[in-house]
Structure formats: C-alpha cells, structure tokens
C-alpha cells in the first residue's frame, strides 16, 4: 500500500509539474525570436516573400494554440500589388492530449480579414501562377519506376468537436493590367456551426459582389466517423444578386475513394439581364428581341460518378418556352452522350443575333477565311443516341409544328433519321448524314415535302408574295467540304418540285404574249398586280458542282403551256433561264397541252436572286422564222413604238436593241 501512495503522489507531482510547465513556458520563451526562421522557411517552400510582421503568441494550457497577427504573403516579382495574401489575424487553439486517441477538441479557429488579390500583367501571366522553389535537375535514376501509391483512406477518428470556426471581413481583389478591368469582392464571412462527427455542420456564407449580396446557407453531414466514407447528407441554398436562388440537396458517398452523387438541382426562374445590369456588366449575347434571356430556370436530378453523369426529370424553363429532359454522359473522354428532349415551343429568331444597321458594313466579310486544317477526331470518337421533339418552332420566319427526329453517331458517322415535321398545312420527311471518317466530311440529305401551301411559306421566309399553290418536293443531295463556299460548290443531286393550282405574283405572262412593248415596261403600267395563275407547275431539276439546271420546267396555265430551262448557280447566285411560253387559242380545257394554236413569245430570265431581270428574247423569236406582221400587239405592216431608234440596214436587229436597251 506505501508503494501504491507513493507510486500516486510521484505520478500526481509529474502532472503537476507538466501543467506547471506548460503554463511557464509562454511567459518564459521568447517566441517571436522564431519569426524570421518560420519566414524563412515558408519562403523558401512557397517561392515568395513571406512576413509575420505582428506579434506571434503561444499558449499550451489547457489549449495549445498560436495567434499570429499582420501576415503578408507576397507576388512574384513584376505585379503592381506587391501582396497576393495578406491576413489582419489567425488564431489557432486546440487540446494536445485527446490527439492520442483520435479525438479533435478545436476551441477556436479564426481568421480575420484575409485579403487575396489576383492579378493579371500585361503579358497574360497571373500573379497566382508559378507556386514552389525552382526545381534543380537532377540525373535520371536507373531501375523500375516508384510503386504508385495507394488511394487516400478516410481518416478513422473517435470524435471531433470544433468550438468555434470563422472567417470574418474577407475580400478578394480581381485586377486585369491589360484592360485596367477590376473586380472586387467584399465583407466576405464563412462560419461553421455544430461541428462534429455525428451531427450536420451548419454552413452559413455571405460576401458582397458588385455591392449586390450573395449567401450560401445550409447543411452538410453528419459526415461520420471516417470523413470522406459513406453517405454524406447535402443540402445547400445559394442566393446572389437580389435574383438568383439555388437549391442543392441530396447525398455524397465515398467522396475520398470512389465519389458517387445522388442530388436534385432547383435553380428558381430568375433574368439574367437584371443580374448583369446589377453588376453593371454589358450583357454578353446579342439578341434581336432585347427581351430575351429575360427568364431562366431549371430543375434535374443529377446521378453520376467519376465515370457517367446522368440527368432526369430535367426540365428548363427560357422565356415562354419549357423543354422536358433527360440526358446521360459516359466515357468523357470519347464522348458518350445520350438524350431525350421535349420543347413545347419556340421562336428562334429572338435569339439571333439582332440586323445590322443600314450602311454598316462587315469588315471581315470581304476578307478570305485563313486555311487550316479541321480536327475531326471528336467526331470520329464521338457516340450519340438522341431523339427530339418541337410542338411548334419558328426560324427565319418560318413556322413548323409537331418536329420529330432521331440522331445518332458512331465511329464519325452521324446521322439525323428520321425528321419529320409539319409545315403549312402539309408535311415534311427528310433524312441526313454526315460523313466525318476522312479529311474531307461528306453530307448528304434526302427530303419529300408533301402538300405545303407555298405562298405563305415563301411570304413567311422571304418577306416577298410572288408563288402561291400547293407544293411536293423530293429531292436527294450530296455535299462535301467544311466551308460555306466548298460546300455550295460540291453540291450534287437531283429532284422535282410540283406546284399545284396557284399563281405566278408580278408576271403576266399573258400580256407579255399579248403585247411585247406593255409587258416589258415601254408603256405605262397597268394598276393592277400582274399575275400567271397554273394548274399545275412541274419543275424537275439537277445540281452539279453547285448549279442548279432545269431541263424541262413545264407550267399549264388557262390561256399559256410554258417550258423553262436554264440553270441557276448557287455558288455566285445568278440567274440564266429560257421562258417559251405557247399561247392558248382557246380556255377549253386546261388538260389539253399538245398542239394549240399561238406562237412562242421567248423571255429570259437574268439577273441575281435578289435582284432577278426579265427580258423578251425577240433574237431568239425571230431566229425561228417569225413573219412580220403576226406578232400580238404589233400592227402589220412592223410600226417601230415611238421613241425606239429608227432600224438600220438590219431593221430587225436594231429594234431588238431599242426594246431591250442593248
């Protein structure tokens, strides 16, 4: 029993004399002596200049902990701000004895007023770049390569309780030299609350950006035992700008060795162009409606790993438009992409980009594209299994409803199979692909277009009423190149188009059979719009290297049969066509085109697309044998109109030129 009493008063005086030591020493030690070590060695690891320029304190019971005050980590040489880190305060406290067992005890964890400034020189370069002490070459050491090391292992701990946990009166600066552009964030504040290993940590975040706020509030954990094992509950809120709200909420597991996600993303429809007038930032798209981008939203479950993401019930609100979706990626590096989309309605056009004003002009459109080559490696990689649909979508002015299509792509071949639409009143099927396996992409597209009322499409596209009657198209077209200007001259295939019961709007050609001087423009105009009504318009054609031809282009009409051949070449978009239009003795019956009475009254038809001519081709009439005297609206004997020049020894010939103006 004297050995026990003893054996307790001995241990008892060493427990005594540690506490006594433990709280002497700080009093005794001077410890700010040890700065300029501790500077020296952080500099030395970090590559800058590092300086503790307050007072450094020590404590080491009941708490070990160090204050340090007025820290200073510097830039690389050359940046104006001389400090990319600087610190007013950090304090630091914790139990020594519970480490033994695996158990963190934090009293406190402060810093306060810590300042980052990021800074970009003229040249380019970040004064956040080039970390560490130079690197010294050293010899390459023979034999097999280090064992690589093995995955990082949660931390096994007993317990782990941290009192108090702030960051106070942050800021980061943001300074572009080159544009003299900066940013600032101010009265930044992160505390943790609840700390622990068996109950959520309560996070709370704020900081003003642009003296507009921004908060994080929310919950994470428990995160248990082994932190970075298991399932950790989330469920985090974001606000910003007085506009923007997000919600995260779901579970994180294994996020150290195998990290998996299960979470539900709530983003509430806010405006994007308030946020951006907040920041008194321009708005970064340019749009042809000023009110679009005016609301955006988004809701998804979001499932993934380290190897495939995949998104579900995802639905996206933009402006009126909602689009349902769902989407998986897997194998990023190729990638392998899958989705099923869902659009209500649509109207591109208030996307596009806004007209130009008159009289600017496109410096860079008379300048030639610099050659290169394309890479088509992520095409060739590239694995797609998609399918779309649009209740009602508008481009260029064009409206179409109920658009189905199903793409896919594998090994470079990508293909749109089927499309189908309907579109003024008919329908439209079309298939594509697009050939990426060799240097130069090959495309091809099969259309038919059955049924479309073509007035209002071409009224809608164009802006011009000059067609109307009801249209089927079919057509198979092949391409290749990379550029506007080698596709349009590599375009190859062949088609009709048949248009039925309608009129062509601002050509008579009637009255240019009747009277050549009224229909050419010689005498006044009649009030009345000029126009060719048709049974039927049937126009087959074939494209080579980029020009249109029409061999055989056939109108009936109640009173004219009119052929049409020529080409158009979509390269330089210019017009040749020949119009012989034959007149109709007769109104009995519009099926009756062989053989009626009248003559061949030539016109053509020159000129660009948006700027087409039309002439009489009296040459070519008269090279056919025309006798005076039998020309419709010409008098016999051959009166010249007054005001055309007077003919020469070759009369005929002069009076061509005096209609024509040549």
């Given amino acids: 029993m004297k050995a026990l009493k003893w054996l307790l008063i001995v241990g008892g005086s060493l427990v005594v004399l540690l506490i006594a030591a433990l709280l002497l020493i700080p009093l005794f030690v001077d410890v700010d002596k040890y700065k300029p070590e501790i500077e020296k060695q952080v500099s030395s690891a970090v590559g800058r200049p590092f300086a503790i320029k307050g007072p450094l304190k020590l404590s080491l019971f009941p708490w070990a902990g160090v204050a340090l005050s007025d820290l200073h980590l510097g830039s690389p040489p050359g940046y104006a701000e001389k400090d990319f880190l600087s610190v007013k305060s950090f304090d630091v406290r914790l139990k020594l004895l519970p480490l033994l067992s695996k158990d963190i005890q934090v009293q406190r964890f402060v810093i306060d007023g810590p300042k980052i400034v990021l800074e970009k020189n003229k040249a380019g370069h970040g004064n956040w770049e080039g970390w560490g002490a130079p690197q010294e070459k050293t010899a390459p050491q023979a034999g097999p390569p280090p064992a690589s090391k093995e995955p990082m292992r949660g931390l096994p701990l007993k317990s782990l309780a941290v009192g108090e946990f702030a960051v106070r009166n942050g800021s980061v600066v943001y300074v572009d030299q080159s544009s003299g552009a900066r940013r600032e964030v101010t009265d930044l504040n992160l505390e943790l609350k609840d700390v622990s290993l068996d109950r959520p940590i309560r996070l709370a975040f704020s900081a003003v950006m642009e003296a507009m706020p921004v908060s994080v509030e929310g919950q994470i954990g428990p995160v248990g035992p082994e932190p970075g094992k298991g399932k950790i509950p989330v469920d985090i809120s974001v606000k910003a700008f007085n506009e923007v709200s997000v ?184 298939n594509a692909a697009l050939d990426a396996r060799q240097d130069v992409p090959r495309g ?132 040749d066509l020949r119009v012989e239009p034959k007149v109709v003795g007769t109104l009995k019956g519009q099926g009756d085109v062989k053989e009626r009475g009248g003559i061949m009254v030539p016109v053509l038809v020159k000129g660009t697309f948006s700027a087409p001519s039309f002439q009489p081709d009296l040459k070519g009439m008269l090279g056919k044998g025309l006798r005076e005297g039998v020309l419709p609206g010409i008098p016999s004997p051959l009166k010249i109109p007054e005001g055309l020049p007077k003919p020469k020894d070759d009369g005929i010939k002069s009076l061509f030129k005096g209609l024509t103006g040549k």
């Fill in 247 to 430: 919600n995260l909420k779901g579970q994180v597991q294994d996020a150290m060795t195998g990290p998996q996600f299960e979470l539900a993303l709530a983003v509430d429809p806010f405006s994007p162009r308030k946020v951006f007038a907040s920041l008194k930032a321009p708005f970064p798209v340019a749009t042809a409606d000023p009110d679009a981008l005016n609301r955006v939203g988004v809701r998804s479950k979001i499932q993934g790993s380290t190897q495939q993401v995949r998104l579900s019930d995802g639905v996206l609100d933009l402006d009126e438009s909602k689009l349902a979706f769902s989407a998986t990626a897997k194998d990023f590096a190729k990638p392998d992409l899958s989705f099923d989309l869902n659009l209500d309605k649509i109207n591109l056009d208030r996307y596009l980009p806004p007209p130009p004003e008159k009289g600017a002009t496109d410096a860079k459109q008379d300048q030639p594209a610099a050659p290169g080559k394309t890479d088509y490696l992520p095409l060739r990689t590239l694995v797609l299994d998609g399918k779309a649909h649009v209740g009602a979508l508008t481009a260029r002015g064009v409206k179409i409803q109920d658009i189905d299509l199903k793409t896919t792509a594998h090994n470079g071949l990508i293909r749109i199979d089927p499309l189908l639409a309907n579109l003024y009143q008919g329908t439209l099927a079309a």
């Fill in 444 to 575: 091809n597209l099969a259309l038919q277009v059955k049924s479309v009322q073509a007035g209002p499409l071409l009224q809608d596209y164009l802006k011009k009423d000059f067609l109307e009657g009801t249209v089927n198209v079919e057509a198979a077209i092949s391409t290749a190149g990379d550029t506007p200007d080698r596709i349009k001259r590599s375009l190859n295939g062949k088609g009709h188009a048949v248009f039925s019961n309608g009129a062509i709007k601002g050509i008579d050609l009637a009255g240019m059979v009747r009277n050549v001087t009224s229909a050419f423009g010689s005498t006044q105009p009649s009030a009345e719009k000029p126009r060719t009504d048709f049974s039927e318009l049937n126009a087959p054609f074939t494209i080579t290297d980029g020009v249109v031809n029409t061999p055989g282009t056939s109108l009936a009409s109640p009173l004219l049969r009119v052929l049409a051949a020529g080409k158009a070449n979509l390269v330089d978009e210019s017009l």
